[in-house]
């Protein structure tokens, strides 16, 4: 899949399962977190896909995951599915609401239920996240962005990334290519202040995102 497509063509899903499952400490953070990151992907993204599908807390479980995959890659006249994936993540594997998922069998399973070529970017937003990059891209996602450790950067990168994807400038806006999106989203200097303080609970926070695949891919 090259190029950008016209926003029929796209569906956005958001999953978003962090409060159940975090530090008690933090509960009250990753409830909003939950709330935020469905809000902010409607309120820059709406305009840009034909839809955006969203799980949250309690929904996100491991077979409610695939069976929305499937359902949308598999919808008639769709050509590309875009996931913005917020659950929280260990080196190798995920947690959804009903249990933990190593990133080989998320690999495998997503493959196994989505149509072929339909699945594009994944924007990860888990703990180790660049641990399940790998996964992702077999199981077909053309361009795979996660984290290196834990992830404490997600308030200050979203929003921005959220804006920054539909491209810049008025409408019709100019697309900016993944890797610069990214760029632009994951300021150093936001991000290792965030890091520092989280080292305080965390003692191996690094959220510095790494891309894997298609790097000039764009909306």
Not at 116 to 132: E, M, P
Request: positive net charge; glycine residues 6%.
């Amino acid at each position: 899949m090259s190029g950008s497509l016209v926003k029929e063509k796209r569906i956005l899903v958001v999953v978003n399962c962090l409060a159940e499952h975090g530090d008690s400490r933090f509960r009250r953070l990753y409830e909003f977190i939950e709330l935020a990151g469905v809000d902010l992907a409607r309120r820059f993204l709406s305009a840009h896909y034909r839809e955006i599908s969203a799980l949250r807390d309690k929904e996100v479980t491991w077979p409610a995951f695939l069976e929305r995959l499937q359902k949308i890659s598999s919808r008639q006249g769709i050509e590309a599915v875009d996931l913005f994936f917020q659950l929280h993540g260990e080196r190798g594997r995920v947690r959804f609401f009903d249990r933990w998922v190593s990133a080989i069998e998320l690999g495998r399973e997503i493959k196994k239920i989505t149509a072929d070529g339909r699945l594009r970017l994944v924007y990860n937003l888990c703990c180790y996240g660049d641990s399940h990059s790998a996964a992702f891209l077999t199981a077909g996602f053309e361009t795979a962005i996660g984290a290196l450790k834990v992830n404490t950067s997600a308030a200050v990168e979203y929003p921005l990334f959220c804006k920054l994807w539909p491209g810049t400038g008025s409408t019709p806006k100019t697309p900016l290519p993944i890797n610069e999106v990214l760029r632009r989203a994951d300021r150093p200097l936001p991000r290792l202040v965030q890091d520092l303080i989280a080292r305080r609970y965390f003692g191996d926070a690094d959220s510095k995102k790494t891309l894997k695949g298609n790097s000039t891919l764009t909306i």
